[in-house]
């Protein structure tokens, strides 16, 4: 029997310039994209010809990227829900979270934020004062320790290919760690030792969850970032990822009211009825102008 000239699999972990996949059989093959570009992700379902190259993907059910003025970074292929990891301490930005759940809903993702290191008590009521306003606009945050125990997040994995993303040392792969039995994700305490710089992970791995806990889920590791442009989406695109302020929209005065300093704004009347929190417009303010003038 002649073999057949493509074999089909998963990227299943992303070094840039080459790829892991896991083929239908459950083998590990490397491949690698035609051009200098690396246009595929973790998550992908890709072709792969006989001498390694990867020759296309399946159409995405969604596609998590970041960009900046110069290039978009791909974080993860068909993921469903993103696990957006935030820590007592250190402390996180909230604008970084606003970003990634632009990014999100653009694609159709569904968020939670995890509250990492709610062992760190000290730092708790910091922390859960800096996610109030996504708690309000709807968002779930499910506290946890993932040092101690990470089983409050084992209900929402089920069925659903989760990418966890956050800045560096919010504990993204300790917390693989303890929900992939196995995973042996490199942690800080790692790289430390091997004085390998200040982000551990370096290249985004897709893992499979227990099936008896989870069946159906994966979990996507990704790099540590601290910085999520938006240079890809429109302001319409920008606005659509501010849940909270569809039910206001076209009612402003003006229908191209940018919620700056229009008079009769219906967002800014939110924000002064306590509906809408001020830093999510200042948030909405700061990516629209971004946009506008080039940077990040
Ligand atoms: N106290 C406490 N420390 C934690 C917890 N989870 C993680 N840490 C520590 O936080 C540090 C960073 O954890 P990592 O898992 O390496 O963080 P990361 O988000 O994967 O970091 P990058 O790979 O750089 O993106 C390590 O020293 C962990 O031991 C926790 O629940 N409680
Ligand atoms: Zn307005």
């Not at 910085?227 to 569809?246: D, M, N, S, V, W």
């Not at 809408?276 to 200042?282: F, S």
């Amino acid at each position: 029997m002649s073999k057949p000239l493509l074999r089909r699999g998963t990227i299943v972990a992303a070094f840039g310039r080459h790829y892991e996949i896991e083929l239908a059989d459950g083998t590990l093959a490397t491949g690698f994209p035609r051009g200098k570009k690396s246009p595929f992700a973790v998550g992908d379902e890709v072709e792969l010809s006989a001498d390694g190259q990867i020759t296309g993907h399946a159409p995405r059910r969604s596609l998590l990227y970041r960009s900046d003025a110069y290039r978009e970074k791909l974080i993860a292929a068909n993921a469903t829900q993103l696990l957006l990891v935030v820590a007592t301490d250190p402390s996180f930005s909230d604008m970084l979270l606003s970003r990634a759940l632009v990014a999100a809903e653009h694609q159709g993702l569904h968020t939670t934020i995890v509250l990492n290191k709610s062992d760190l008590a000290a730092a708790l009521p910091a922390a859960r004062k800096l996610l109030a306003p996504f708690v309000a606009l709807g968002c779930r945050v499910v506290e946890l320790s993932a040092k101690l125990d990470a089983s409050p997040l084992l209900p929402l994995l089920a069925g659903e290919c989760s990418v966890l993303v956050g800045q560096s040392g919010m504990g993204k792969s300790t917390l693989t760690n303890a929900l992939v039995p196995g995973a042996a994700a490199p942690t800080r305490e790692l790289s430390t030792a091997l004085d390998s710089g200040k982000h551990t992970t370096t290249y985004a791995r897709l893992y499979k969850l227990p099936s008896d806990t989870c069946p159906g889920g994966t979990l996507i590791d990704s790099p540590g970032l601290q910085e999520f442009g938006l240079k890809h989406l429109t302001p319409q695109e920008i606005e659509f990822g501010f849940a909270e302020f569809r039910p206001f929209l076209g009612q402003c005065r003006f229908r191209d009211c940018q919620h700056q300093a229009e008079p009769d704004c219906a967002i800014k009347a939110a924000v002064a009825s306590g509906v809408i929190h001020q830093r999510r417009l200042d948030h909405f303010r700061q990516f629209i102008s971004e946009n506008r003038h080039g940077s990040h």
